[in-house]
């Protein structure tokens, strides 16, 4: 199975995809955005030059009710714009809620639709908890992202406006402006990183901490923190840790000090220098009352629009990165051929075989084969056994035969036909494991099943549930182990299939029931279809079986009949099981 290599994405194209996604579902989001960006710009606006134009108005001379329309336009102003922003601000939210939630509902999709080798892949699921980040909370990408572009944008329009007025008292004001904010942002940002780069010695402590108190509170350990007074040590062991965090603490709230204290520095410089200069030009009376407060404010608030935009585009990566990594795992390339193929018709006359050429499975990140060059044919009507020891590759064979996983090498076919999912219709697979939610109850199934198999029983499933002595009005959680495993069985032989693949189906009931089991499984299959039993206990089932299969090692070292078997070897296929595999006791399902 090759890995294609994955597509990245940049800052820039994540951004385009989440305007084309806001665009397709939702346009409020980006019509929204757009008014809390002029909201911000303008709110800002006024804000800057309310003082001045006042000023401005009084050294003209106007007359007082002039100067209180103006004062009541600029407040009423002021007020209608940050009534506007709130209200953008409130309902901005469950618009984006909205594109979050398709975002959500296409990774649940995508994980829903991925095949069985992706699923039982570490770094698959890996790659869907990073991608679920994104769009987990209100604070992940999917959903923050509008956040950031929006105070992002407002501080680069703000830093344009700013950066012009500057540029009118001289060049070297504005340039020196920016470097000493980028200069403060870049080395505070360095300084108070300092606690992250101690994440991992914050992180030990922490757990250290954590479990002292942890173990102190478990009423299970109680009586023996008593008996063997181990109290006072545990007291001992909690204020360590705790003098140890408390160092930690003081010396990150050193640096944030250095980081602050460098702040007031540059600010120092920086203003100082622009204060000067403009206090020089007022004095000269090159500037106006109103012109040196309009320009005094702008130097003020420059620093604001520099660390802003620095901090929006750092945020604006971290969230970048986290849609690449859902973008990514949207369009990993699926290893399962879905789309090919053609449906396998279903015919009472017709005959399935299995047959299996030179197949060889890896896992993915395996150094070796799980399954090796197996050959093999099984004629329809056949009851066979599957046997091995733990490991030999059993569960693995039996998931390629129902079209789970896919050979690494060779073909598997039924009646000819490449196993895939349009072969599905004529196999029912018993798995080794429980797969449906707890919640769901017996009958609920059936109706799955009957929804989604047209070959599948319901009334003969009902029959099947009384003589097994289940409820199906029974909730799965309510259940023991063995009950579920009787459900899963029913849903199998209740359907009217040609080939039925059986993974350890007695390994988990008593041995009691196990005779109960196999009557079940062969007085309710369809007698012209094929029994595969994949098991350790052969004993139970040699009595009902037609064909033995020895598999170890991923090889196949005997197929043969039961009568050849007994005549040949002179002893049962329990026996000859027991003397192949003797240095290896078997407990529970193969792999």
Not at 62 to 72: E, F, K, N, T
Not at 138 to 143: F, L
Not at 441 to 448: C, E, Q, T, V, Y
Request: hydrophobic share 45%.
């Amino acid at each position: 199975m090759k890995k294609t290599k994955r597509k990245t994405y940049n800052i820039f194209q994540n951004c385009a995809f989440m305007i084309r996604r806001a665009w397709r579902d939702c346009k409020s989001v980006l019509v929204v955005a757009l008014g809390i960006i002029l909201c911000g710009v303008a709110a800002n606006l006024l804000e800057l030059f309310v003082v001045p134009a006042i000023l401005e108005a009084v050294e003209r001379g106007v007359s007082p009710g002039a100067l209180a329309g103006m004062i009541l336009w600029f407040t009423v102003g002021m007020a209608l714009v940050r009534a506007l922003r709130g209200y953008l601000d409130t309902n901005a939210m469950f618009d984006r809620i909205q594109v979050r939630s398709t975002l959500c509902l296409d990774l649940h999709m995508t994980f829903c639709r991925a095949s069985f080798p992706h699923i039982e892949d570490p770094d698959y699921l890996k790659r869907t908890e990073e991608a679920e980040k994104c769009v987990t909370d209100n604070n992940g990408g999917g959903e923050y992202i509008w956040t950031t572009l929006t105070e992002l944008l407002t501080n680069v329009i703000c830093f344009i406006v700013y950066l012009l007025l500057l540029a009118q008292v001289g060049p070297w004001v504005a340039a020196l402006c920016i470097a000493l904010s980028a200069a403060g942002y870049f080395a505070g940002e360095h300084i108070r990183a300092w606690r992250y780069r101690h994440r991992e010695e914050e992180a030990a402590l922490m757990h250290k901490a954590d479990y002292v108190v942890y173990r102190s509170r478990d009423m299970k350990l109680a009586k023996d923190i008593r008996i063997f007074g181990i109290g006072p040590w545990l007291t001992e062991l909690y204020e360590k840790y705790s003098r140890l965090m408390q160092d930690f603490y003081v010396k990150a709230y050193r640096q944030d000090m250095w980081a602050d204290l460098l702040d007031v520095v540059l600010a120092l410089l920086r203003n100082g220098a622009a204060y000067g200069l403009l206090i020089a030009m007022a004095l000269e009376g090159k500037l106006t009352a109103a012109a040196f407060v309009l320009y005094f404010t702008a130097v003020s608030g420059f620093t604001q629009w520099v660390t802003g935009i620095f901090s929006g585009l750092g945020e604006l990566h971290q969230q970048s990165l986290d849609l690449s990594a859902m973008r990514e795992f949207l369009e990993e390339p699926e290893l399962f051929r879905f789309e090919d193929g053609k449906p396998l018709p279903v015919k009472e006359e017709r005959l399935y075989t299995l047959e299996l050429r030179d197949v060889s499975f890896r896992y993915p990140g395996a150094d070796h084969d799980t399954l090796s060059h197996v050959n093999l044919t099984i004629h329809p009507g056949e009851k066979l056994a599957l046997v091995g020891k733990n490991g030999a590759g059993k569960t693995t064979l039996i998931k390629l035969l129902c079209g789970l996983l896919q050979p690494t090498t060779g073909w598997l076919t039924v009646d000819g036909s490449a196993i895939g999912p349009y072969t599905k219709s004529v196999v029912s697979y018993l798995p080794d494991r429980m797969y449906f939610a707890d919640w769901m109850k017996a009958s609920d199934l059936f109706d799955l099943f009957r929804d989604f198999y047209s070959d599948f029983q319901y009334e003969k499933a009902i029959d099947m549930c009384r003589s097994l002595g289940v409820d199906p009005g029974d909730r799965l959680k309510s259940m023991s182990k063995g009950t579920k495993e009787k459900v899963q069985l029913v849903l199998v032989m209740a359907r009217n299939a040609r080939l039925y693949l059986l993974d350890e189906p007695i390994a988990g009931v008593d041995p009691a029931a196990r005779d109960f089991i196999l009557r079940t499984i062969l007085t309710n299959y369809n007698e012209e279809g094929t029994v595969l039993i994949s098991t350790h206990l052969i004993s139970d089932v040699e009595k009902v079986l037609d064909e033995a299969i020895f598999l170890k090692e991923g090889k196949i070292m005997l197929h043969a009949t039961v009568d050849d078997i007994r005549e040949r070897e002179g002893k049962s296929v329990d026996a000859l099981f027991r003397e192949i595999f003797r240095a290896m006791p078997m407990e529970g399902g193969g792999f």
